[in-house]
């Protein structure tokens, strides 16, 4: 059997890696409920704000200027895709969207490979506290992350219950021509929401960089998980995505506890199994585009 | 005469690749052959039955990894290894297509290329006693050499590749005629209206399924005795976009676009990283490009003009250059 102690770790190790994956798929998953598109690109706007919180953190010598700035450069890089790709594509079908926006992922790739180089970066953990809960040492940084994600999820819950953008929004997800219909610049809502799954992926990234090393290929690494967070909770639900990712990241970090490959087989083996039961996942909804 | 007219644009696109190998160095047309055979299946899937898969390195690693355990384990005939490789297609894409197949399209394509991940990692950490991991298994110097066409030696795997690729064009151009490819492409297009005529939507996906990813594991097996080597580099995540990218490239759901797709890809790739080392930058922005540009690729663009110059100096000829 494990004991508590390493228990206790796991159990906010998964927490921890559960409100990155949460930052970084909600982006998708907005995208997908609202515009009916399979972004990809979040993936890129993550590796770019972890690249550009190494390069601020260095410069400046502070972690939080460098996830500041990794929001601002992944809402700006997403902003920009939007407006040169995606406003051509909405009307597509999803597989357009697909490999398209793949493309931008791969060839970002490439542009960060030119700017940063091929070496993996280490950034430096701005919190070295630790704190004893229950007796074990938990790593004070981790908590912050958890804090982190909470505030986004409880700003998110915010947003869409209590602004009439925000009311836009989730009546978007249920019915775009609706929304349009009443008057709403869709076209400007799209532009939005996309700023802030860019800006949420840089902000997940930036978080993740202390963590572990910064590299080119580190989007195409979490790719996988990406998807079956999103697949597990079901495309276009913030639910879903909120509660799948601590699903996952539970997943990964207790069961590679029992046994080392399990935190990359067990998870898939769950989507898997949740498949057979929801074909769109737990909280996806069962219509389709058109 | 039909069967005449019928034959002819096959011989004549493979007479055209037969030239080339005149003019390229040999491991790059192999490369070429291999590559299309791969991408054939990736673009069956996606021009004509609707299914984007981004998995389709998961296949090709069921069939390299099976011929691979063959020849460095237990025998050293290549032959019989690129026979366990198509079997072992068959059998995994059973296995697996009936979970998938039932997925909507968007779902489909997350799943597979999460399959293609979790085969990478099986390959690489789980079932590391086996694959011995990263370092890969090489067993170049188990196979032993056959009658007839040595498949060890590089020249005379070339010409068992280039009948290999005739077959299956033959075979895929086959499908098309029948009232099987026709289905496929009323599942892409339609699929209540195929259900309304009578068949069996799940059916027709399995099949299509199973017959895609049987060839790419045949172009696994091919990869496997060719190299001498398999390591769970084919599988990686930065390699999964090739197939699409070469599809569309090619021009998807056509029938020589793999091919045309594969020479422009497997040309570009070699200039590209002499000269500037950074692949995936022109990959990536070349999918886009394409994909803004009306993503009908080379040969779907190409195909009616050649026709249509065809029809011109011959009159009646119309469709040989086509399909």
């Known amino acids: 059997m494990i004991d508590s102690q390493l228990l206790v770790s796991g159990f906010v190790f998964g927490l921890s890696m559960g409100s990155i994956f949460f930052l970084m798929t909600i982006g998708l998953s907005l995208c997908f409920g609202v515009m009916r598109v399979i972004s990809l690109d979040q993936l890129l706007y993550y590796t770019v704000g972890a690249y550009i919180t190494y390069t601020l953190s260095l410069v400046t010598g502070s972690l939080w200027i460098g996830l500041l700035g990794g929001i601002a450069v992944g809402g700006l890089a997403a902003l920009a895709v939007e407006r040169l790709v995606f406003r051509r594509i909405y009307e597509r079908e999803i597989a357009f969207s697909m490999i398209t926006s793949f493309g931008i992922l791969i060839g970002g790739v490439g542009v960060v490979k030119y700017f940063w180089g091929l070496v993996p970066r280490p950034v430096a953990i701005p919190i070295d506290a630790q704190i004893f809960v229950l007796g074990t040492e938990i790593p004070v940084y981790r908590l912050v992350v958890v804090g982190i994600a909470g505030l986004v999820y409880a700003g998110i819950w915010l947003f869409l219950n209590k602004t009439i953008v925000g009311k836009a929004i989730r009546a978007g997800i249920e019915n775009v021509e609706h929304v349009e219909g009443l008057g709403i610049n869709v076209s400007r809502l799209f532009t939005l929401i996309f700023i802030i799954a860019g800006a949420l992926s840089g902000l997940a990234g930036g978080l993740h960089a202390p963590l572990i090393m910064v590299e080119p290929q580190m989007g195409l690494e979490v790719l996988a998980f990406a998807f079956m967070v999103v697949i597990i909770g079901g495309l276009g639900s913030i639910k879903g995505t909120l509660v799948s990712s601590f699903l996952v990241g539970q997943v990964v970090s207790i069961g590679s506890l029992i046994y080392a490959p399990l935190a990359q087989m067990a998870p898939f083996a769950i989507m898997l199994l949740i498949l057979l039961v929801w074909p769109t996942g737990l909280f996806g909804s069962p219509m389709l585009k058109k | ?323």
Not at chain 2, 167 to 181: E, H, M, P, V
Not at chain 2, 206 to 233: C, D, H, K, Q, R
Request: with cysteine; hydrophobic share 55%.
């Open chain 2, 1 to 323: 005469m039909s069967l005449v007219r019928w034959w002819s644009g096959l011989v004549l696109a493979f007479a055209l690749l037969a030239v080339l190998r005149i003019y390229l160095p040999l491991p790059f047309a192999i490369e070429i052959i291999i590559f299309s055979i791969y991408t054939l299946g990736c673009s069956f899937l996606l021009g004509r039955v609707g299914f984007i898969s981004f998995g389709q390195p998961a296949y090709l690693a069921i069939g390299a990894y099976a011929t691979a355990f063959y020849l460095f384990y237990f025998g050293n005939n290549p032959y019989i290894g690129i026979l366990i490789g198509v079997a072992a297609g068959i059998v995994g894409s059973f296995l697996i297509g009936p979970l998938l197949v039932r997925l909507r399209g968007d779902y489909f394509a997350l799943v597979n290329l999460a399959l293609a991940v979790i085969i990478y990692y099986l390959m690489q950490k789980v079932l590391a006693d086996i694959t011995h991991g990263d370092n890969g298994l090489w067993y170049l110097t188990n196979m032993s050499s056959t009658p007839v066409l040595d498949l060890t030696r590089p020249d005379q795997f070339f010409i068992f590749a280039f009948v290999v690729a005739f077959a299956i064009w033959a075979f895929f151009k086959y499908l098309d005629d029948t009232i099987y490819g026709a289905c496929c492409l009323a599942v892409k297009v339609n699929e209540d209206k195929l259900r309304f005529l009578g068949y069996d939507n799940f059916k027709v996906r399995l099949t299509a399924f199973v017959i895609a990813n049987t060839t790419t594991a045949l172009a696994g097996a091919l990869y496997a005795v060719y190299l001498g080597f398999v390591s769970p580099e084919i599988t990686s995540p930065a390699r999964a976009a090739d197939p699409v990218v070469v599809t569309i490239l090619g021009g998807a759901g056509t029938l020589y676009g793999p091919i045309v797709g594969a020479i422009v890809y497997t040309g570009m790739k070699d200039v590209v990283s002499k000269v500037i080392g950074n692949w995936e930058l022109i990959v990536g922005f070349t999918l886009v490009f394409i994909m803004l540009a009306g993503e009908k690729g080379i040969w779907g663009s190409l195909e009616p003009r050649l026709d249509r110059l065809m029809a011109r100096v011959t009159g009646k000829r119309s469709d040989e250059v086509g399909q």
